[in-house]
Each structure stands twice: as structure tokens, then as C-alpha cells.
């Protein structure tokens, strides 16, 4: 279908805001990179270069109450959700102002009152805990919704198949997903699965499934609303799978070599950001000086969020102690 | 391919752990190996490089990812005659397979006389900036397990013949290689096989006032500790234990004879870890001999920290070593 005509049922000022959030994205983790490099960010860093589009669609499209239990990939879902540039750089930096205050690095962060779960190595560990939380709204007679995800690769462990089966028993308010980037760190998919689409595995449980084109904002958007009205009108659960492309290392130390240039090259011309700028001036969106500005905004956003970062204070070592028990039980 | 190493030449723990894989590969073709990454790739540590190559797919499977999955499968492999050495990416993944590790693996010869040879590589500990979930020493959870063997090495020899006699042992043996290690730590090995037998303790250096029990990276700490009490005229002995489980109790017991103070060293948190157990068995066993009392160093009970200066103070330093041996000296 022509993106186009589709795109045309998002309204003008959110496709606009969707645009800028995967320039944000796109800006933010570069800054990371490049401070990786410099040895100034230790540990793993993993963007989601080339595939803003799944985090920046699908936050977008959820309401403010909605619970997203992200996956390693999904940084523009902490964007949407208000983590600013500065939280986020704090926490690479291993900064106290980062939101797990220096314990936890990268994208292993997490908030309950932002409705964002934090991240867990253990792939697809997630997937079980949100439909619990979309259970807890279901018993509650809420109207709330879960958004939960997990790569290709982590579609093969025994959580993810353990929570899909649950959520659809139960027909929970729950949007699981998986982002295909064709790779699960050097594994081939077909080294992973024996089926043409992941997709596929949302039959075994009776649940809904759609293929999405995962670097197409619009579509990842509209094709999300959808899912998320279907959960929330109680039908119960449903599996998208984005179909996209890891344009980086596994992570940043990772010179990827068993990836095909090819692929790479052919991926590139489906560039999320390109595709979303090809499609404002399509609609007639983008006034004159609109990139320019976009451009100046995200630029002071990421180097107002340096700063913050670095002025920033890191721990002090005793601080390791704090916060194993918890005093009480916030919710969100 | 880089394991086929001069004899002369120093060897990484890495290499070493490499070169063993290699030789017991090539010696018995029922080894073979699975694991996520590490065949195409080499394995996220690059331990397995160039021996997909060698051995071809079916002998350096990567596996879909799912720990109990492929833990499982070895399992299977092994009761039918195969050798299978798995690879966990991280040693905090092997959470995810516990339940056929310690329901499958550690119990089927005792319930029904199947023996499960099987080994878990796990590249475990801290110190390398991984945060919660890439640093984790997780040998406690398995400790408590009746039926599987552990080893943990702290040099290239001890992880190049331990790795052999795992391989080589008829019971699930989990196997732990410390990340910091790696590329770290170099030594010459000999030409020729060899086995570092599990059970048997090492005294890493001998010495008269002080035991220091430890294992795993630890083991150098403790040795760096030595250093800075042999100036004071505290001689420190160093037991590295090798083999967690089981463990040797004979060198344990005869060292603290010797010195009758006993420091127990590790990374694991401290609560019910290993330490708790050989403080145990030296107040059952020793009592008689102890000339102080038995001191524990170990990590607080909290995951391990990513933040630079968190990590520092979690993890044990060479001067908490050095100023539990100088109180102990002074009994
Ligand atoms: C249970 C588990 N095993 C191993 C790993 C190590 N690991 C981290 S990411 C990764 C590959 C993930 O692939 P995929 O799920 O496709 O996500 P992608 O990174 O491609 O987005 C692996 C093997 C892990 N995080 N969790
Ligand atoms: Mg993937």
C-alpha cells in the first residue's frame, strides 16, 4: 500500500512529533557512540540505529497510563516517555543522576512511575512480567494496555512462548512484539527458526499476528493503535512483528563482518529517518526550514544532555548497598 | 589458528581454555560443542575461533537462543555417548537453564543410574564493567546442587588441564572461566597432555601465618596481598581451590593446620556463598587448631554493581586481604 495514503489517517502534528523523536533517537545514540569510542562510556553500548522507527511508532502510539516494558532497542520509548537527554547520558556515564543512580548502564533502565519496565539481560524475561501487569489491569477492570517486546532472538526462549500462551489463555491487554532485525548478534534466522516469518509463531497460541514494515513509522504507528484498541477493548492479545534490519554491530565493539554488505547497502535506502522525511514533503508537512530546525533542536538537545551528564556527580562506592529491600511498593 | 601455540610461548587463560577444546576435539570426536555465537562468530569471547572451520557444523553448533534448550539437548547427546561442552555467552545466562542443570543434569544418575557427561563453559565474574547482568558469579546457586562438579581456574595451566579432566569426567561439570582472566593472565604451558584432576586444591604460594582460601580471580588478589605482607614479615599461603565441588578438604584443613588462621576469599556475595560452607567445616573439623577467627571476605549481598566506584567498593581489594591477615597475625 502506498505509505502515503496510509500515512495520511496519523494527524499532521504527530507524524511531525514521530519525526523528530527518531531524529532525537537517531542523535542521542550517536553522541553515545562516539562517546564510547572515546573510552568515555564503558561496558556494552546497543543502539537501535536504523530501527527507531519500532520505538518511536509503537510509544507514540500508546496513552500516557499504558505500561512498555521496552526492549534492548526501543531508546526512542524512553524518549516519549520523558526521559530527557541528560538522564539517559547519565546512566551510560554510570552517573548518579541516571535513572538506576550508577547501578545499571545502557538501556537497562527503567522507571514504574513513567510506565516503563526496566530492561533485563535474560531476553524475553520481560515478556511473562507484562502480562502479569496486563493481567493486574484486566482483574482490576482497567483499561490499560501493555506494550512488550523482544528481538528475533529472544523469540526462541521459553519465556516468550510461556507469556504468549499465557496472555492469549487469558486473552490479556497485552501488544507483544518482536523486532526482526535479521540477526540475533552473529545468528542468521535461519540458524534461529525453522519458519519464514516470526509471525508465524502467534498461530501456535491463538493470537492475531501482522507484519509490519518496522522502518516505516507510520506504519508501525497505525498498525500498533490497531492492537492497542483491540487489547483494550478486552479481544485480547496480539503479536507484531517488525520487520527490519540491525545496521550496527550487535554492539558497538562488534565490527559485524558476518553481516552481508549487500544486505546492509539495501537496507540503507530503507532508512527509517529517510523514508519519514521522503513522506513529510510527500504530504506537504514540512514547511521551508522545518529539517534545518529539527536538525538545530536535536543538536542542543543531545549537547544540553553532555552536559548535564558530565557535570554530574558519578556514586560514591557505599551506595552500592542501597536499595536491595524496598521500603514500600510504588505503582504506577 | 591461533591455539596452536609454541610450546614455548606464553599462553592466555584464554588460549588456554582454547588449546583444551581444540585437543580434546581432536582427540575424541564425540566432543563437540554448542552455544550461542560460537561458530561463525567464534564465540563472544572469540575462544572458539576457527573451529567451525575445523570441525564443521555438526561438531561447533550455534544454537537458537534459549539456554535450557541447547543444556537440555547436551544433556540428551550425552546419556546417548556424546561429549557435549556447551558455552554459555555469559555465566549470568545460565539462569535460564537452571532447572535442567540442577533437575536434569545434577539428579538422573543418582535417580536412574544414567551418568550425564557433560561440561558448562560459564565466563563468570566482575571487574570488566558489565553491570548486573554480565558480571555475576553464580557457582553458589550450584554449590547447593548434589550432583554436579564445579571448577573455577585462576591460571592458564589449572583452566587448560581442568577443562580436560571436565570433559573428560562422567558427571555435569560447570565450569567456570573468569572474564577478567582472559587476556590478563599468560603462562608457558608443557608440550604434552596433561590433567589438572578435579578435587585437588593448589597451594599457590606456601607460607606460615596466614591461610588465605580463594579461587577464581581472586586467587591473584590474594597473591598481591602476599607481596605487601612478606615486607611486614606476614607470610601468607595461598590455597586455590580449583574444584568448588567437590572440594578439596584435606588441603584446606592441612594449611589452616599449619597457620591456624584461615582468611576465606571470594567473589560470590557473601551470604550462603562458599565461604559460609568452609568456615563452616573449619569450626566442625579444626576448632582445635584455630588461633583467631575465621574471616570472610566476599562482595555485600547486592547484584553486582556497573557504576566505576560502585564496582570498586563492592568488589574485594587487595588491602581488605592485607588488613584481615595483619589483625589475624596479631592473635
Ligand atoms: C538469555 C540470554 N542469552 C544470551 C544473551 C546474550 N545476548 C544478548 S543480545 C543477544 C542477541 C539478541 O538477538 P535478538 O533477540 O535478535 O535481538 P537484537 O539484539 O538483534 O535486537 C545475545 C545472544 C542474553 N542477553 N540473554
Ligand atoms: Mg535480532
Redesign the interface.
Known amino acids: 500500500m502506498d505509505v502515503a495514503v496510509t500515512a495520511k489517517e496519523i494527524k499532521r502534528d504527530d507524524l511531525l512529533q514521530m519525526y523528530q523523536y527518531l531524529r532525537l533517537t537517531r542523535a542521542l545514540e550517536d553522541r553515545i557512540t562516539a562517546l564510547y569510542r572515546q573510552g568515555r562510556i ?3 553500548v546497543y543502539t537501535s540505529h536504523g530501527m527507531e522507527a519500532i520505538a518511536v511508532g509503537y510509544a507514540s502510539a500508546l496513552e500516557r497510563d499504558d505500561i512498555i516494558a521496552p526492549f534492548h532497542r526501543d531508546m526512542g520509548a524512553f524518549l516519549i516517555r520523558g526521559f530527557t537527554t541528560g538522564e539517559i547520558l547519565a546512566q551510560y556515564l ?2 548518579r543522576t541516571g535513572p ?1 543512580k ?5 538501556v ?1 533502565m527503567g522507571d514504574i512511575k513513567r510506565g516503563v519496565f526496566g530492561f ?4 524475553a524475561d520481560n515478556l511473562p512480567v507484562a502480562a502479569g501487569a496486563a493481567l493486574a489491569f484486566k482483574i482490576r477492570g482497567e483499561s490499560r494496555v501493555v506494550f512488550a517486546g523482544t528481538g528475533d ?2 523469540t ?4 516468550f512462548h510461556e507469556a504468549m500462551n499465557f496472555a492469549a489463555v487469558r486473552k490479556l491487554p497485552v501488544v507483544l512484539f518482536c523486532n526482526n532485525n535479521q540477526y ?4 542468521p534466522l535461519r ?3 525453522a519458519i519464514p516469518n516470526v509471525v508465524d509463531r502467534a498461530k501456535a497460541y491463538g493470537m492475531p499476528g501482522e507484519i509490519v514494515d518496522g522502518n516505516d513509522v507510520a506504519a508501525v504507528y497505525l498498525t500498533a493503535k490497531r492492537a492497542i484498541a483491540r487489547a483494550r477493548a478486552g479481544e485480547g492479545p496480539t503479536f507484531l512483528e517488525f520487520k527490519t534490519m540491525r545496521m550496527h554491530g550487535h554492539s558497538e565493539h562488534d565490527p559485524a563482518k ?1 553481516v552481508p554488505r549487500k544486505l546492509l547497502e539495501e537496507w540503507k535506502k530503507k532508512d527509517p529517518i529517510l523514508i519519514t522525511e521522503q513522506l513529510l514533503k510527500q504530504l506537504g508537512y514540512a514547511e521551508e526550514g522545518y529539517f534545518q530546525e529539527v536538525d538545530e533542536r536535536v543538536k542542543n538537545e543531545v549537547e544540553a544532555g553532555v552536559e548535564f551528564a558530565e557535570q554530574s556527580p ?8 542501597e536499595g ?1 529491600f524496598a521500603t514500600r511498593a510504588d505503582s504506577h | 589458528m591461533k591455539t596452536m601455540a609454541q610450546a614455548t610461548e606464553e599462553v592466555s587463560y584464554l588460549e588456554a581454555i582454547s588449546q583444551a577444546l581444540d585437543e580434546e576435539m581432536t582427540e575424541d570426536e564425540r566432543v563437540f560443542l554448542m552455544g550461542e555465537d560460537i561458530g561463525t562468530y567464534g564465540g563472544a569471547f572469540k575462544i572458539t575461533e576457527g573451529f567451525l572451520q575445523k570441525y564443521g557444523e555438526w561438531r561447533v553448533l550455534d544454537t537458537p537462543l534459549a539456554e535450557s534448550g541447547f543444556v537440555g539437548a547436551a544433556i540428551g547427546a550425552a546419556m546417548m555417548g556424546l561429549r557435549p561442552v556447551v558455552e554459555m555467552q555469559f555465566a549470568d545466562f545460565i539462569s535460564c537453564a537452571f532447572d535442567q542443570i540442577t533437575e536434569v543434569a545434577a539428579k538422573n544418575h543418582y535417580r536412574w543410574g544414567a551418568a550425564v557427561p557433560i561440561v558448562i563453559r560459564a565466563p563468570f565474574g566482575g571487574g570488566v564493567h558489565g553491570g548486573p547482568f554480565h558480571s555475576e558469579c553464580p557457582e553458589g546457586w550450584f554449590f547447593h546442587s548434589p550432583g554436579l562438579k564445579l571448577v573455577a581456574p585462576s591460571t592458564p595451566y589449572d583452566a587448560k588441564g581442568l577443562l580436560k579432566a571436565a570433559i573428560r569426567d562422567p558427571n555435569p561439570v560447570i565450569y567456570f572461566e573468569h572474564k577478567f582472566l582472559y587476556r590478563r593472565i599468560k603462562s608457558v604451558l608443557p608440550k604434552e597432555d596433561f590433567v589438572v584432576p578435579l578435587g585437588k586444591a593448589d597451594v599457590k604460594r606456601v607460607g606460615n601465618d596466614v591461610s588465605v582460601i580463594t579461587y577464581g580471580a581472586m586467587v591473584h588478589l590474594a597473591l598481591e596481598a602476599a607481596q605487601t605482607l612478606a615486607n611486614e614479615g606476614i607470610d601468607l599461603e595461598v590455597v586455590d581451590l580449583r574444584t568448588l565441588i567437590p572440594f578439596d578438604k584435606e588441603a584446606i584443613y592441612s594449611s589452616v593446620r599449619k597457620t591456624s588462621k584461615a582468611i576465606i576469599l571470594h567473589e560470590d556475595n557473601k551470604t550462603g556463598g562458599i565461604g559460609a560452607e568452609i568456615a563452616a567445616l573449619l569450626a566442625e573439623d579444626c576448632f582445635d587448631c584455630l588461633d583467631g577467627p575465621i574471616v570472610r571476605i566476599a562482595p555485600p549481598d547486592t547484584p553486582v554493581p556497573f557504576s566505576t566506584p560502585l564496582e570498586e567498593f563492592f568488589l574485594p581489594k587487595t588491602s581488605d586481604i592485607v588488613s584481615a591477615a595483619r589483625k589475624l597475625a596479631a592473635y
Open positions: 564503558v561496558g556494552g554510570g552517573k538506576s550508577g547501578k545499571d548502564g545502557n537497562h533485563v539481560s535474560h531476553l532472538g529472544g526462541s526462549r521459553g519465556d540475533a548478534y552473529s545468528t540458524l534461529q527458526m558476518y558519578l556514586p560514591e562506592g557505599p551506595e552500592v548497598l536491595v
